[in-house]
């Protein structure tokens, strides 16, 4: 299968310190859905900025869709990857349909205005976040979850077959958070778009995304290892991963056909979960 996105020998640090990332090496296939996680300060945001051409690293190179960052042009990357980050209110007054068609601006015409095409395929953002009824609305009028709906409208407004995100479910109430991911998945399967995103659920993550990518912080790397692990959720989502990375002890609990981690403090107050749950000592392997 193609490769979407090929990261070789990524290392990145801030000034003079010590390197948030580190040889970071991997490839997310066209089509798959990788959830990044670990806990904060371990370089999720960093690495979601690298990939998307938006920070240089100090030493490496990322390749989208076989063609390295570094020969590309800004408008290159922007037709290939949209990237929807943790956003602040705007200074400006701009309204949710003008913030949305901001994602279009690479395809606007001879005389820099949007056309029928580009209105239509923002409209069709906002009905797919349920934000369409903001259209007219200043963009800083709205509470923080209803921002969020709408800056994932302009990402997938974009329409690039690569879409980064950084916590698309932030200030989400559960019901939205189940559908922004619902939305993605279904995105994913019908358009064969490649999803990174970055997540703390990670009982998000086991059921909808197909890989994950943990990155260790600096004090919890094994010794002679590497500073992540990427591959079949399954695979790197266990008890003995998670408490490796967040230094919090879990336990896997299936319920009906879903696999949930749980942490130890949840058990300790007494939660009863009718299935079978099992505890996973697999350990962090070099």
């Excluded at 996105?5 to 970071?24: C, K, M, N, S, W």
């Excluded at 797919?128 to 979850?145: K, N, Q, Y």
């Excluded at 969020?148 to 479910?169: H, K, M, S, W, Y």
Aim: aromatic share 6%.
């Amino acid at each position: 299968m193609t490769a979407a996105i090929q990261a070789q020998h990524v290392t990145f640090r801030y000034g003079r310190g010590q390197p948030i990332l580190q040889d970071v090496s991997f490839e997310v296939p066209a089509g798959t859905f990788l959830a990044i996680v670990g806990p904060n300060g371990a370089g999720k945001s960093t690495l979601i900025n690298i990939l998307a051409g938006l920070l240089p690293p100090r030493s490496g190179d990322v390749l989208l869709e076989g063609t390295n960052l570094r020969s590309c042009r800004v408008q290159d990357i922007a037709r290939k990857v949209a990237v929807v980050r943790q956003e602040f209110i705007p200074a400006f007054g701009y309204s949710v349909m003008e913030t949305v068609l901001m994602a279009r601006t690479l395809h606007y015409g001879r005389l820099g205005f949007e056309g029928q095409a580009d209105q239509e395929l923002a409209r069709q953002a906002l009905e797919l976040t349920e934000t369409v009824e903001f259209a007219s609305r200043s963009l800083d009028s709205l509470s923080a979850g209803e921002r969020q709906r709408v800056f994932i409208a302009r990402g997938l407004a974009q329409n690039t077959p690569i879409l980064l995100l950084d916590e698309p479910t932030s200030f989400l109430d559960l019901k939205h958070q189940i559908k922004i991911y619902d939305l993605l998945k279904s995105i994913q399967i019908e358009k064969g778009t490649t999803i990174v995103a970055i997540t703390h659920d990670l009982n998000l993550a086991t059921q909808y995304c197909n890989q994950a990518l943990l990155l260790y912080p600096l004090g919890n790397r094994p010794a002679e290892s590497s500073c992540y692990r990427i591959g079949k959720i399954a695979d790197i989502l266990t008890p003995g991963e998670i408490e490796r990375a967040f230094d919090v002890r879990v336990f896997s609990a299936v319920v009906g056909d879903e696999r949930f981690l749980i942490p130890s403090a949840a058990r300790a107050g007494g939660l009863h979960l009718s299935g079978r749950a099992s505890q996973d000592s697999s350990q962090c392997k070099p």
